[in-house]
């Protein structure tokens, strides 16, 4: 049977199980210009589609915003390509698509002409998405919560956040094997702090900012001893990549 589009009022043929259009998303843009997190995501997708006999990605749109903004135009285009094509689109991760529960099930609402798969949450229906994206929004709520909370407890104790120091502070002053023990250590600090990101990412957790909250809720430090920030995280991701 066709499906009823609720924006023109029109029917339409159903999509062909087997046509992909790829959304990718990630939040800044030098994690855009860097490909950090765009790869991953590519890769989860194409994974997930060598399970699906003849599957056919017809179109890939990448988009360089905050998941808390719903007016996105390259996620307006993936839809419109993807009705056009008769398509599913595909995200790597739930919260690719939107950190917004209530967009998020008018989305993928049941009577929508375009569905969504995740390669996170497979066979996953619009309800479960839906209680997916409540229960995520909550927990963001609350690691928001209890990191402000803990800021404010550490300001309140003359403690200064950031540091300055570090490889910038020696260059240029005769200190070659001082930079490189710093690198080094550097270098190891990442390769350990590693596992703990990839757990909390496995968690539905991507964000730089979101990382470090959760990171700093944990007890978790920086190699400075100081709570973690989004640039912090941003900066061992991108050592981490680098080392690759």
Same mark, same amino acid.
């Given at each position: +049977?066709?499906?009823?589009?609720?924006?023109?009022?029109?029917?339409?043929?159903?999509?062909? *199980?087997?046509?992909? $259009?790829?959304?990718?998303?990630?939040?800044?843009?030098? /994690?855009?210009?860097?490909?950090?997190?765009?790869?991953? /995501?590519?890769?989860?997708? @194409? /994974?997930?589609? $060598?399970?699906?006999?003849?599957?056919?990605?017809?179109?890939?749109? $990448?988009?360089?915003?905050?998941?808390? @903004?719903?007016?996105?135009?390259?996620?307006?285009?993936?839809? *419109?390509?993807?009705?056009?094509?008769?398509?599913?689109?595909?995200?790597?991760?739930?919260?690719?698509?939107?950190?917004?529960?209530?967009?998020? +099930?008018?989305?993928?609402?049941?009577?929508?002409?375009?569905?969504?798969?995740?390669?996170?949450?497979?066979?996953?229906?619009?309800?479960? &998405?839906?209680? +997916?994206?409540?229960?995520?929004? /909550?927990?963001?709520?609350?690691?928001?919560? @209890?990191?402000?909370?803990?800021?404010?407890?550490?300001?309140?104790?003359?403690?200064?956040?950031?540091?300055?120091?570090?490889?910038?502070?020696?260059?240029?002053?005769?200190?070659?094997?001082?930079?490189?023990?710093?690198?080094?250590?550097?270098?190891?600090?990442?390769?350990?702090?590693?596992?703990?990101?990839?757990?909390?990412?496995?968690?539905?957790?991507?964000?730089?900012?979101?990382?470090?909250?959760?990171?700093?809720?944990?007890?978790?430090?920086?190699?400075?001893?100081?709570? &973690?920030?989004?640039?912090?995280? +941003?900066?061992?991701? *991108? @050592?981490?990549?680098?080392?690759?």
């Amino acid at each position: +049977m066709a499906a009823l589009s609720p924006d023109l009022g029109l029917s339409v043929p159903p999509p062909k *199980a087997s046509r992909f $259009v790829i959304y990718l998303r990630v939040s800044t843009d030098k /994690q855009g210009r860097s490909g950090l997190g765009l790869e991953a /995501q590519r890769e989860a997708c @194409r /994974q997930y589609l $060598v399970g699906k006999s003849g599957a056919e990605v017809v179109a890939e749109f $990448v988009e360089v915003e905050s998941g808390k @903004r719903n007016d996105r135009p390259k996620l307006a285009e993936t839809i *419109a390509h993807a009705r056009a094509c008769r398509a599913t689109v595909l995200i790597a991760k739930l919260d690719r698509l939107s950190r917004d529960a209530h967009f998020l +099930m008018g989305l993928t609402r049941s009577d929508a002409v375009v569905p969504f798969e995740a390669c996170d949450l497979p066979g996953a229906n619009q309800f479960m &998405w839906g209680v +997916m994206a409540l229960v995520a929004e /909550q927990e963001r709520k609350a690691i928001s919560d @209890r990191t402000k909370a803990a800021l404010a407890a550490a300001k309140a104790r003359g403690t200064k956040l950031g540091n300055p120091n570090g490889a910038t502070a020696l260059a240029g002053k005769g200190n070659k094997e001082a930079i490189a023990k710093v690198h080094a250590n550097a270098d190891k600090f990442a390769a350990t702090i590693a596992p703990m990101i990839a757990s909390i990412r496995a968690s539905g957790i991507n964000s730089a900012n979101a990382i470090a909250n959760a990171l700093n809720v944990q007890g978790v430090v920086t190699a400075r001893g100081k709570l &973690w920030t989004a640039r912090a995280v +941003m900066n061992l991701l *991108a @050592r981490l990549e680098a080392a690759t």
